[in-house]
């Protein structure tokens, strides 16, 4: 009884935490925060449940951060995806498996349960309410991508849909797009194109007609003859891919802070590792041990530590997808049997 007393003393000198979005960076730090019984106020500008713009293709996180993290268990009944088929065109190039199993779920779903778990926890959340960012100690900015006048859009949809692997990748040359089951039998297709305001479509026919335009006409065929989710079709604009601009003096984690081309199927562990990344300084910061400035160089310098490589190489490879040439040498590689899958997929992990 005394210890539990001397614990709640102790948790009440905690500086309390302000996290700034409640997607996958923001969601997992609370509920890690709230673990270690720091103060932690979210403020989300949505409402959950939601659909966003997302692979949903978990790759690459270690079962050991979910664990650190506190959501191990949010995944519980998921989908595993170990098979793996890349197509150019219309034509297969690649079939392969992963080195270890991805999980599959929904934001629609994923998000809701981390909702929850953190609220159980007895996190104060405030959805519907706006943040600015503004630099502040204990103010942790995980609102998601700054928007840009970018050149690309993604689209996605829950579809019922067979595929002939776990994963399946749709290159063409104005884009690609991923295909990967999600829970309830749905199929989530989602894609990266360039922006093209000639292609005559709107609503969720812009996906098919994205594809149509890089030479994916099956598969666009495909999707219009099959049933979509409700409400499942999603689009956003007005982003660039890389490292994001961060005002002087902000803590930002996420997609704030790096946004890795999606064919690599890791965007959703980075966000997940990128609050791993920051648990331990904010701890530090919230218990008075650190100053803010100091915790802020210690989760910028651990985050480069963690991301340099893989963002450099995605960022290197990216381009090769919208040029005839690059894809044209994938392909040559692929047929001769001597694309390095598995090399190329452990530099972006």
């Given at each position: 009884m005394a210890r539990r007393k001397a614990r709640g003393r102790l948790a009440g000198l905690n500086r309390e935490i302000?996290?700034?979005?409640?997607?996958?960076?923001?969601?997992?730090l609370a509920i890690a925060l709230r673990l270690r019984e720091t103060p932690v106020t979210l403020r989300e500008a949505g409402s959950y449940p939601r659909h966003r713009v997302c692979g949903e293709f978990i790759s690459g996180v270690s079962q050991e951060t979910l664990e650190q993290l506190g959501i191990l268990g949010c995944f519980e009944g998921a989908r595993s995806h170990v098979s793996v088929a890349w197509h150019e065109g219309g034509h297969l190039v690649l079939t392969d498996k992963l080195p270890s199993p991805a999980i599959g779920i929904s934001r629609h779903a994923l998000d809701l349960r981390l909702r929850d778990r953190f609220l159980s926890l007895g996190g104060r959340l405030?959805?519907?309410?706006?943040?600015?960012?503004?630099?502040?100690?204990?103010?942790?900015?995980?609102?998601g991508r700054r928007p840009v006048a970018?050149?690309?859009?993604?689209?996605?949809a829950h579809v019922r849909i067979e595929t002939a692997a776990d994963l399946e990748m749709h290159s063409g040359a104005n884009g690609y797009a991923g295909?990967?089951?999600?829970?309830?039998?749905?199929?989530?297709?989602?894609?990266?194109?360039?922006l093209d305001r000639s292609i005559a479509a709107a609503g969720p026919d812009l996906l098919p007609a994205y594809l149509e335009a890089g030479g994916n006409t099956a598969l666009a065929g495909k999707l219009r003859s099959r049933p979509w989710r409700e409400g499942?079709?999603?689009?956003?604009?007005?982003?660039?891919?890389?490292?994001?601009?961060?005002?002087?003096g902000l803590l930002c984690?996420?997609?704030a802070s790096r946004m890795i081309p999606p064919?690599?199927?890791?965007?959703?562990?980075?966000?997940?590792?990128?609050?791993?990344?920051a648990l331990e300084p904010l701890l530090g910061w919230s218990g008075g041990v650190l100053s803010w400035q100091a915790c802020r160089a210690k989760?910028?310098?651990?985050?480069?530590?963690?991301?340099?490589?893989?963002?450099?190489i995605a960022s290197a490879l990216h381009p090769l997808f919208f040029r005839e040439g690059g894809r044209a040498v994938i392909g040559s590689l692929s047929a001769a049997g001597v694309l390095p899958f598995r090399p190329l997929l452990s530099l972006v992990r």
């Open positions: 302000t996290i700034a979005g409640g997607g996958l960076a923001g969601l997992s405030d959805a519907g309410t706006r943040a600015r960012p503004q630099p502040a100690d204990g103010f942790v900015w995980a609102a970018g050149r690309w859009i993604g689209l996605k295909l990967a089951g999600v829970e309830d039998g749905w199929t989530n297709v989602c894609g990266l194109f360039r499942s079709f999603t689009a956003v604009a007005g982003f660039e891919l890389g490292s994001q601009p961060e005002p002087e984690l996420g997609d064919f690599t199927g890791n965007g959703m562990s980075m966000a997940f590792e990128s609050a791993a990344c989760i910028r310098s651990a985050m480069e530590r963690r991301f340099r490589r893989r963002m450099a």
